[in-house]
């Protein structure tokens, strides 16, 4: 077990406990309630106070999105995110450590088979506000338009749209409930779960990329996925 060293415990806990922000909105990583929550990123954030031996404070949010906001007014220490670009310049991300896909959820009659056929004039689709994906297919789509608003699945069914974007597990669990939709198989993206701290706070940065190799290194990942139900997903390779 490895020890955290001065500097980088001074950054994890500048206010003598880790605070870690926990995205209720992706049940691959974390689940329970805003009371209770629980998952892989509440055991690797207990581990992580543990290790430094200072207390946790678990902060929960119901989207990535909000998370995000929340950096701003410096509310957490240490948070669960996917790797993007707009959310690198100010957070520093370890390695991932979990590989999720997003994948379109369309009406079971609809034309659209492949990745491909959604991105097309005419197109619309429903995504969240502040997710990874929402973020990666602001950058990459060319043709579709992007209806943005707190839950993109709702958005899709009120509003009669095309396509929905999300996680590939709670998509899935949509369509299951749903039969009048079904999902697109081919991923149209791999999205790059990891832990980041607040840009600046380069020695909790260094630290936090040896742990999270780590945790993937000991089973410790894969074990909290098992246990949480999402043993399907996949750990990160090692960086």
Do not use: C
Not at 99 to 107: F, K, N, Q, R, S
Not at 110 to 122: F, H, I, Q, Y
Not at 137 to 149: D, N
Not at 180 to 185: A, L, M, N, Q, S
């Amino acid at each position: 077990m490895s020890v955290v060293p001065a500097d980088a415990l001074k950054e994890l806990a500048p206010t003598g406990k880790i605070r870690a922000a926990i995205n209720l909105g992706n049940p691959v990583l974390a689940q329970g309630t805003m009371q209770a929550p629980s998952g892989v990123t509440v055991d690797l954030a207990r581990e992580l106070a543990k290790r430094a031996g200072v207390p946790l404070e678990l902060v929960p949010f119901d989207a990535a999105g909000k998370v995000f906001e929340a950096l701003k007014a410096g509310a957490w220490d240490i948070a669960f995110l996917a790797i993007e670009p707009v959310r690198a310049a100010e957070i520093a991300f370890t390695s991932p450590y979990v590989l999720i896909e997003g994948v379109y959820l369309v009406p079971q009659d609809s034309p659209l088979k492949t990745p491909a056929d959604v991105d097309r004039e005419g197109i619309r689709i429903g995504v969240s506000k502040g997710a990874a994906y929402t973020l990666f297919l602001t950058r990459t789509l060319k043709a579709a338009k992007l209806v943005i608003e707190e839950d993109g699945v709702d958005t899709f069914r009120a509003q009669k749209l095309d396509a929905a974007a999300g996680v590939r597990q709670p998509i899935a669990g949509y369509a299951k409930a749903h039969p009048d939709t079904r999902v697109i198989p081919e991923r149209f993206m791999e999205i790059r779960q990891a832990m980041g701290v607040p840009q600046g706070r380069n020695a909790a940065a260094k630290y936090l990329q040896s742990f999270i190799e780590e945790m993937k290194a000991s089973g410790f990942v894969a074990d909290g996925l098992k246990r949480s139900g999402q043993g399907e997903a996949t750990v990160a390779p090692a960086a």
